[in-house]
């Protein structure tokens, strides 16, 4: 079905191991993005993308990683986890000149 | 970027009027108005969004004055399923958007 994907689903890890979590959408959108959201609190953009090998800083870019070889991929890499990025991480994508975000079901991760 | 506020929490009961105030006081020219609407352990659905005066569509209403200095988002004859978290952003379209989404709006409502 069309839509945007992400795995996994769910994901424990340890302290200062490498992390990746794919998004995926089927769409062609321009614009991707990735958000984390902490326990009781709202959403905050970590990275985005305009395009297919354009990628911009949010407000939380420390320690993540991303790249966009293909416009439907999008993952990001945490390249050394740390217990502050237990979260979950929501993909979301929209159309350039667009308001609406779709947003994908969320990556449950924590980090012991 | 422009920031918004909400209230962190408003109750109601089924079959009333929800308004829920957000404020944007630096928003931009190029800046749109958009409300997204959230479910426990899911990701933000858009609502609605607008640039000036009224849009309304099946699903709410969004009314933002002249000034645009604010935004309200309405809904009508709400009903328990509309509990949720409601965010309020405002949106560049001028380039590359960064966007913030704020802590949200728990709206809770009782039968």
């Known amino acids: 079905d069309a839509g945007i994907t992400q795995s996994p689903r769910y994901k424990i890890t340890e302290t200062g191991r490498q992390v990746t979590l794919m998004c995926h959408q089927t769409w062609s959108h321009s614009y991707m993005f990735w958000y984390r959201q902490d326990l009781g609190h709202g959403l905050r953009l970590i990275y985005y993308?305009?395009?297919?090998?354009?990628?911009d800083k949010g407000e939380v870019s420390d320690g993540y990683v991303v790249s966009r070889s293909k416009t439907e991929n999008f993952p990001l890499t945490l390249e050394s986890a740390t217990r502050s990025q237990t979260s979950v991480y929501f993909c979301a994508s929209r159309i350039r000149g667009q308001g609406e975000q779709y947003f994908g079901p969320g990556t449950r991760l924590t980090v012991t | 970027l422009a920031k918004t506020t909400q209230p962190i929490s408003m109750d109601s009961y089924e079959g009333q009027e929800v308004n829920i105030t957000c404020s944007h006081n630096?928003?931009?020219?190029?800046?749109?108005i958009t409300w997204y609407q959230q479910f426990p352990s899911q990701g933000p659905r858009f609502i609605i969004q607008?640039?000036?005066t009224k849009v309304t569509n099946e699903v709410a209403s969004l009314f933002i004055p002249a000034d645009r200095k604010s935004s309200t988002l309405s809904l009508p004859r709400v009903s328990l399923s509309d509990t949720a978290v409601y965010y309020c952003?405002?949106?560049?379209?001028?380039?590359?958007?960064?966007?913030?989404f704020g802590s949200g709006t728990r709206l809770s409502i009782r039968p």
């Open positions: 993308s305009a395009a297919a090998d354009i990628t």
């Open positions: 630096n928003i931009a020219t190029n800046d749109y």
């Open positions: 952003l405002v949106v560049g379209y001028s380039s590359a958007s960064k966007i913030i």
């Open positions: 607008g640039y000036k």
